[in-house]
């Protein structure tokens, strides 16, 4: 059975349920900290045999595997009734379209990669930048854009993760971001560059500093595309696993 987590024992058992699982421990943990007891927050959070599974819009994470078909089966109806398109999970899926899983890089606690060529001395580097126009510059859509400002705000003001930019005049060109972590991980994310300024080795330089700073206490941590391998392996990162993606279709299942 499907149950919603908002007692704090079931709030610990879903703790306990994503403790130690790469990507899992670090979001849907950090979640469940900031947004487990505001039940406007957008997320929702819940316990099904065999693991545990976090809501937020049309996205849902689950972490764990699923024990039999009657399981299944419950969790597909759930994921129809809350209307969600799109699905993350730690093992396959028997329903839903699967599509190009994400790769999970790592740098380990400790360790340090060596930095890419500096940006342009045009750019400034700021730790500390305004979250607006770095929401407005990491998604397009307004309500993605909205909804990363409001969780990235809430991070950071809990003392949770940072956020890094390189400026032009001003205005954030490109940006990476550490929003979520566990006790093992700090999770990156929201890295982007201007379109006017890819291609010139910013988000290499950001991305590899960034890291190198947060794995002194924890691993650092990030997930990507497929296309993009090969040039986060060149950096120097090492290949940590993959996280499962699903988009699901209600009027073809």
Not at 29 to 36: P, Q, S
Not at 46 to 55: H, K
Not at 73 to 93: G, K
Not at 190 to 206: F, I
Request: aromatic residues 10%; neutral net charge.
């Amino acid at each position: 059975m499907i149950t919603s987590a908002t007692t704090p024992a079931q709030q610990a058992e879903f703790a306990r349920r994503i403790a130690g699982k790469p990507y899992f421990a670090a979001v849907m943990g950090t979640a469940l900290t900031l947004f487990g007891q505001k039940p406007g927050s957008g997320w929702s959070f819940y316990l099904l045999p065999g693991g545990a599974l976090a809501l937020r819009g049309g996205t849902a994470t689950l972490c764990g595997a699923l024990p039999d078909a009657d399981t299944a089966e419950e969790l597909q109806s759930f994921l129809q009734f809350v209307c969600t398109d799109r699905v993350l999970t730690e093992h396959p899926l028997p329903f839903g379209t699967e599509v190009p899983p994400l790769t999970l890089w790592r740098l380990p606690k400790g360790g340090a990669l060596p930095l890419p060529p500096a940006p342009p001395a045009a750019l400034t580097l700021t730790e500390q930048p305004a979250m607006l126009p770095v929401s407005r510059l990491a998604f397009a859509d307004k309500a993605q854009a909205d909804g990363f400002y409001s969780a990235a705000c809430t991070a950071m003001a809990h003392g949770i993760g940072c956020c890094h930019a390189l400026l032009q005049d001003g205005a954030p060109v490109c940006t990476v971001g550490c929003f979520s972590q566990s006790k093992t991980e700090n999770y990156m994310s929201a890295g982007v560059t201007a379109p006017a300024w890819r291609g010139r080795g910013l988000a290499g330089w950001l991305i590899v500093r960034m890291a190198n700073e947060l794995a002194q206490q924890r691993d650092a941590v990030f997930a990507c595309k497929q296309a993009l391998n090969s040039w986060y392996r060149s950096l120097g990162f090492t290949q940590n696993g993959i996280i499962q993606q699903y988009i699901t279709d209600w009027n073809t299942l």
